[in-house]
């Protein structure tokens, strides 16, 4: 159980935070992929340990009423491992860090554009202990330091995570609170969090719609808002069938859960007909809601409200008669998140990738790609539906910003 104590002093924690952003700033790459190594090493050598606290975890999730979410909360020896070499991949990519431009003006000046650690970056986070580790390893490898605020259904699980974490890059000489953590998960800590500018730089929110809305609305920190999505798959009228059930089964089962499983699916009307009994059949385990036109069709329970994102094995369907008509839905109604078309025509593909206003716009391809191993990021720190500063996957590059360093020789102005 969470630590909840009305003496707790969340602006302590994130000035000791604050401090070691300093500290990992300025430290040489080699010595930050290191410590990347050791933490890599220290989630397996402790793999037993975070499983059976991980256990305790889940299994009062699953008393409080959890289901599908559970597999975002559950570890084993396989995903400690995955989450290992995530780790792993991000020490082995090239560091944006020192890297830029510059120029020369005519006076002389030499003007250079360098990228830098952001600092210190905050993230409020529900249930997925990977989370964790893949935000700490991309702040790390930047030179920033991270204060990590977890849901209370994995508190156990990040605890155990974050002491190894700790542990391990301390030995590699980085400061222990370049990885710090919230024990206390009531909100009024969290609201406390939200109001620390000046000392967190950046605010990240994983979650469900609610706490991203949240963090927004009651933030006074700089917000890149992640996660939410109400994703969609368009079935153009010149798709083919086979193609299309694959990905719609692909997106919508593979891990119902995820921010980037697809939630609703578009039908051109001239095959729905045909395409819908078979969309019906390949979704066996699915609960089909859809349009008044979907239910003369099929059996489906009435859908009229397209903006939710269920997580959960349920799939929305409407039929549209024309691309436009698709682009204007998932545009009034998606959370530009990862939307796709499925189709042979590639005019009317491209007009469906320049017309969408997402993150990810995919053609011909699951919306489940959406992650930032899978675009060779190593790993993500979250999903950006923003516009400002970072979209879609948030890597290495995401976390840090421009300074500019103009060298002269007694120049004036």
């Known amino acids: 159980m969470a630590h909840i104590s009305e003496k707790y002093d969340i602006t302590a924690i994130a000035l000791a935070a604050k401090a070691a952003s300093s500290v990992t700033a300025v430290l040489p790459e080699s010595r930050l992929n290191a410590a990347l190594e050791a933490m890599a090493n220290a989630l397996i050598d402790n793999a037993d340990a975070i499983i059976a606290v991980n256990v305790k975890d889940v299994e009062a999730a699953r008393a409080a009423g959890m289901t599908v979410m559970l597999d975002r909360l559950m570890l084993n020896e396989a995903r400690i491992e995955g989450i290992a070499n995530g780790i792993r991949k991000v020490a082995a990519l090239p560091t944006p860090v020192g890297s830029g431009s510059f120029t020369r003006r005519p006076n002389g000046l030499v003007i250079e554009r360098l ?3 952001l600092g210190l970056v905050g993230v409020i986070y529900e249930s997925r202990p990977n989370v964790t580790s893949d935000v700490a390893a991309l702040c790390l490898k930047t030179g920033n330091a991270c204060l990590l ?21 301390e030995k590699e000489g980085v400061p222990a609170d370049a990885i710090s953590f919230v024990s206390d998960t009531s ?3 969290a609201a406390e969090m939200m109001k620390l500018h000046g000392i967190i730089d950046v605010l990240i929110p994983r979650g469900g719609a609610d706490l991203i809305n949240t963090v927004v609305e009651q933030s006074n920190i700089p917000v890149i808002e992640t996660g939410a ?10 798709c083919d069938f086979d193609m299309a059930l694959s990905i719609i089964k692909n997106a919508k089962c593979s ?5 980037n499983a697809a939630e609703t699916l578009l039908i051109h009307r001239d095959i729905a007909k045909k395409l819908l009994p078979l969309v019906k059949d390949t979704l066996d385990n699915i609960e089909l809601r859809g349009c008044d036109e979907t239910a003369k069709i099929i059996d489906v329970i009435a859908e009229d409200n397209w ?15 024309s691309l436009d008509e698709a682009i204007e839905h998932i545009n009034k109604y998606s959370t530009k998140h990862s939307d796709c078309i499925i189709t042979r025509d590639m005019t009317a593909a491209r007009r469906f990738a320049e017309g969408v206003d ?17 675009f060779g990021l190593g790993a993500e720190i979250g999903i950006s539906t923003a516009k400002l500063h970072a979209r879609g996957p948030m890597g290495l590059d995401a976390l840090t910003c421009e300074k500019f360093v103009i060298t002269g020789n007694g120049h004036i102005r």
């Open 307 to 321: 903006y939710t994102e269920y997580n959960d094995y349920i799939l929305a369907i409407k039929i549209v008669g």
């Open 358 to 374: 997402s993150a990810a716009v995919y053609i011909n391809a699951s919306t489940r790609y959406t992650d930032g191993e899978e």
């Open 187 to 189: 909100r009024e800590i």
């Open 149 to 169: 605020r977890g849901g209370k259904e994995a508190f156990s699980s990040n605890s155990v995570i974050i002491s190894i974490l700790r542990e391990a890059i």
């Open 115 to 117: 990228r830098v650690p």
């Open 229 to 238: 999505g109400n994703c969609h798959v368009y079935a153009h009228s010149d």
């Open 255 to 259: 891990r119902p859960s995820v921010c």
